[in-house]
């Protein structure tokens, strides 16, 4: 089963719960740097950096899918600051309105989270060239939160990052990403 069907599975069979004590809100802010890679007919050889900030809310209490446990959350996620340096200098902005978390139980010093994401990316100019300024973008990944202290978490995680035209100029060429992303967390 892929990523996102596993996801979408766990959104359809999990009944949301009144928000509780038992269920907790997340604030991320992050910064990442990323290069591309050629995978999948993908454009390599660029280098750029984002900043994001994100709000997820945990929608369940504890399920269980067999051998894995976890919360399911819905959040959102602005890229305010993404910038490219190599092969050009492009700046851009982006939204995601779907931020599907699942929170694994968490440790006595950490926690862990995979992720998958959906939403939009608007450049300065065309990502990659001959293309458009505007490009659909998602995520797969996850990370870990260090708990130093309580609710606050430094977060250290991994994203693989696609963008592309979604095919609306006849052909799809696109740019896919390993993303290495440190940040803050705090959840209330």
Do not use: C
């Amino acid at each position: 089963m892929t990523t996102a069907a596993l996801l979408l599975a766990m959104q359809v069979a999990a009944a949301p719960v009144a928000a509780t004590s038992e269920t907790a809100s997340e604030w991320m802010v992050g910064a990442a740097v990323a290069q591309s890679v050629d995978l999948f007919q993908s454009t390599s050889g660029r280098a750029y950096a984002v900043q994001t900030i994100g709000w997820a809310r945990e929608l369940t209490r504890d399920l269980t899918f067999g051998p894995i446990r976890g919360r399911f959350a819905w959040g959102v996620e602005a890229t305010p600051i993404f910038a490219q340096f190599t092969p050009a200098t492009i700046y851009g902005a982006g939204f995601a309105p779907i931020v599907w978390r699942w929170n694994f139980p968490p440790k006595r010093r950490w926690s862990a989270y995979a992720e998958l994401s959906m939403g939009g990316l608007w450049t300065s100019d065309p990502i990659p060239e001959k293309t458009s300024r505007g490009n659909f973008s998602a995520h797969w990944g996850g990370g870990v939160r260090l708990r130093p202290r309580g609710a606050n978490a430094v977060v250290l995680a991994y994203r693989f990052q696609h963008f592309s035209n979604g095919n609306q100029l006849g052909s799809n060429p696109g740019v896919n990403s390993h993303v290495l992303l440190v940040g803050w967390s705090h959840r209330s």
